[in-house]
T-cell receptor, first 110, second 113 residues
Framework: RKEVEQDPGPFNVPEGATVAFNCTYSNSASQSFFWYRQDCRKEPKLLMS?????NEDGRFTAQLNRASQYISLLIRDSKLSDSATYLCVVNQGGNYQLIWGAGTKLIIKP | NAGVTQTPKFQVLKTGQSMTLQCAQD?????MSWYRQDPGMGLRLIHYSVGAGITDQGEVPNGYNVSRSTTEDFPLRLLSAAPSQTSVYFC????????????FGQGTRLTVV
């Protein structure tokens, strides 16, 4: 089993729709969680950190479920510019290493 | 503020050749790392450094060497290139531990023929 798993997609979604991704992680000791965005042939960039209480940044909402060991990302009112690959990232604590999911590809269609 | 500068952007090597990928950051970050990204897989850690003079192996270190003589620079050396090392390589830095934001270079697309 991979340490961090994501549905690779692609998710084809009409503009204006709401889309949600899940990501599961295997290590219950994981302490920090992130969503990164990666545009085609570009470097990953931090989208948002994921806190235990859940957090929202504009149209984006991230949630953590420690009991079931998954994090989620919800995008409301999707825009064409949201088309990208979304990477789930987990830090297991006590070291400097981030564990990366393979990413979920999102395509927003007009 | 340049952030993380990684060179070259593209490189083609013949099997057995060696080369160095350069990475420099101007944010005074302690932690630097090298990843490779292959289709259908997450970023995999090659080597990392928690400060000048300190390096350690990541998940896939074979065939690569690193050094960290200064806080700013963290070059990655391919000792004898193999087709299996065809990949996209990213250098990243962060302020402290894995609990903070990682900043990436623009990536190097390496093809080994």
């Amino acid at each position: 089993r991979k340490e961090v798993e994501q549905d690779p997609g692609p998710f084809n979604v009409p503009e204006g729709a709401t889309v949600a991704f899940n990501c599961t992680y295997s290590n219950s000791a994981s302490q920090s969680f992130f969503w990164y965005r990666q545009d085609c042939r570009k470097e990953p960039k931090l989208l948002m950190s994921v806190y235990s209480s859940g957090n929202e940044d504009g149209r984006f909402t991230a949630q953590l479920n420690r009991a079931s060991q998954y994090i989620s990302l919800l995008i409301r009112d999707s825009k064409l510019s949201d088309s990208a690959t979304y990477l789930c990232v987990v830090n297991q604590g006590g070291n400097y290493q981030l564990i990366w999911g393979a990413g979920t590809k999102l395509i927003i269609k007009p | 503020n340049a952030g993380v500068t990684q060179t070259p952007k593209f490189q083609v090597l013949k099997t057995g050749q060696s080369m160095t990928l350069q990475c420099a950051q101007d944010m005074n970050h302690e932690y630097m790392s090298w990843y490779r990204q292959d289709p259908g897989m997450g970023l995999r850690l090659i080597h990392y450094s928690v400060g000048a003079g300190i390096t350690d192996q990541g998940e896939v270190p074979n065939g690569y060497n690193v050094s960290r003589s200064t806080t700013e620079d963290f070059p990655l050396r391919l000792l004898s290139a193999a087709p299996s090392q065809t990949s996209v390589y990213f250098c990243a830095s962060s302020h402290r531990t894995g609990g903070t934001e990682a900043f990436f270079g623009q990536g190097t697309r390496l093809t080994v023929v």
